[in-house]
């Protein structure tokens, strides 16, 4: 079980020892499986569904997801319907953002026309990295829905987007940083945790 604080690091790298943990291994983990749940609701079973992770750490949430579905219906291949959508040169903040290399743009074998799909990422905030995974989606094909499923809503959002699926509804203010770390990304760690970074001097509620 991940520690109740944790020295964590922002996405430039910062260290902060005002960590906070509020989920730990175990929770995420119970928090995928109920999205994988609801997404066979919704979608009423598996057929049609194509899981596209955001990178970097929507990738391995969409992997994980895939293999509940296969869980849940024993006719689905997970590796068959999981792909990964670099949304790099679609953002609306490159000025401003630390330059990051594109990460390869992968789909199914099927594509996405006329596929359910769903877009899954770690955190959603302001709503733009989504809006941003639309418009790269337009280039590859034209599904029949698309659908968005995030491990944790914190809330804040600046564009008229909202998640079909939510791990954690995790309030916070806008001062504070809510760190996800993943195994399969993030090396040094035991075990994944979310946390909230607060800035030094507050102490996080």
């Given at each position: 079980?991940a520690p109740a604080s944790a020295e964590v690091r922002s996405a430039d790298g910062q260290k902060g020892n005002s960590g906070r943990v509020v989920l730990t291994s175990g929770d995420i983990d119970r928090a995928l499986t109920r999205i994988a749940h609801e997404i ?166």
């Amino acid at each position: 079980m991940a520690p109740a604080s944790a020295e964590v690091r922002s996405a430039d790298g910062q260290k902060g020892n005002s960590g906070r943990v509020v989920l730990t291994s175990g929770d995420i983990d119970r928090a995928l499986t109920r999205i994988a749940h609801e997404i066979l609701e919704a979608n009423r079973g598996s057929e049609g569904l194509v899981l596209l992770g955001i990178p970097r750490r929507g990738y391995p949430l969409a992997v994980r997801l895939a293999s509940k579905l296969a869980a849940a219906d024993s006719s689905l291949d997970p590796a068959s319907i999981v792909g990964q959508l670099d949304i790099t040169m679609f953002r609306d903040d490159l000025a401003r953002q630390p330059t990051r290399p594109p990460a390869p743009t992968t789909l199914p074998a099927g594509g996405i026309d006329d596929k359910v799909v769903v877009l899954v990422d770690d955190v959603l905030y302001s709503g733009r990295t989504i809006r941003a995974a639309l418009d790269a989606l337009v280039d590859l094909g034209r599904p029949r829905s698309v659908r968005l499923a995030v491990l944790v809503d914190r809330g804040h959002r600046e564009l008229p987007i909202r998640a079909d699926h939510v791990g954690k509804n995790l309030p916070t203010s806008r001062s504070e940083k809510v760190s996800v770390r993943l195994c399969e990304v993030d090396a040094g760690i035991d075990a994944d945790f979310v946390a909230i970074d607060s800035p030094e001097g507050e102490v996080a509620a």
